[in-house]
């Protein structure tokens, strides 16, 4: 669970849980009602027309890849409240931004080429009599 590290850098199994809980329309659905404020289950049922089970079920995903946390009401503990993760939601933000950033993006041809073009890229540096590491 991506919570339970968030000081340091996300594993790439962390990532991935994240990116599996969002990537059902349902689940973004809910996680973006959420981002709006906390709220609890029956607002989001009511709201997101999804069956009580079905909520239920994605919020645990959510919860389980730490984007969501829950809370029971201080009164009546049959009530339970879910917001975001601010500081897992923090920690993958500035994860994405620099995952994600264009500048980082190398679009030069790599240093060994595969294939047909390391050959023939081979060949050619042997002909301008240079060695290669092909």
């Known amino acids: 669970m991506y919570a339970e590290t968030m000081t340091n850098e996300p594993t790439p ?3 991935t849980a ?3 809980a969002l990537a059902d329309p349902n689940r973004l659905r809910i996680f973006a009602a959420l981002m709006r404020g906390a709220s609890c289950n029956g607002w989001l049922a ?3 027309g999804l069956p009580a089970n079905l909520l239920s079920h994605h919020l645990k995903v959510l919860r389980a890849a ?3 946390q829950d809370r029971r009401d201080v009164l009546d503990g049959r009530w339970i409240y879910y917001q975001v993760n601010l500081p897992a939601l923090t920690g993958l933000h500035q994860w994405l931004v620099q995952f ?3 500048a980082g993006a190398v679009l030069q041809p790599p240093a060994h080429l595969c294939g047909p073009e390391g050959k023939l890229s081979g060949e050619l540096m042997l002909e301008m009599g240079e060695e290669t590491a092909v």
């Open 18 to 20: 994240v990116f599996r």
């Open 46 to 48: 009511e709201e997101l």
């Open 13 to 15: 199994e962390e990532i």
């Open 66 to 68: 730490g984007l969501i």
């Open 100 to 102: 994600f950033d264009p």
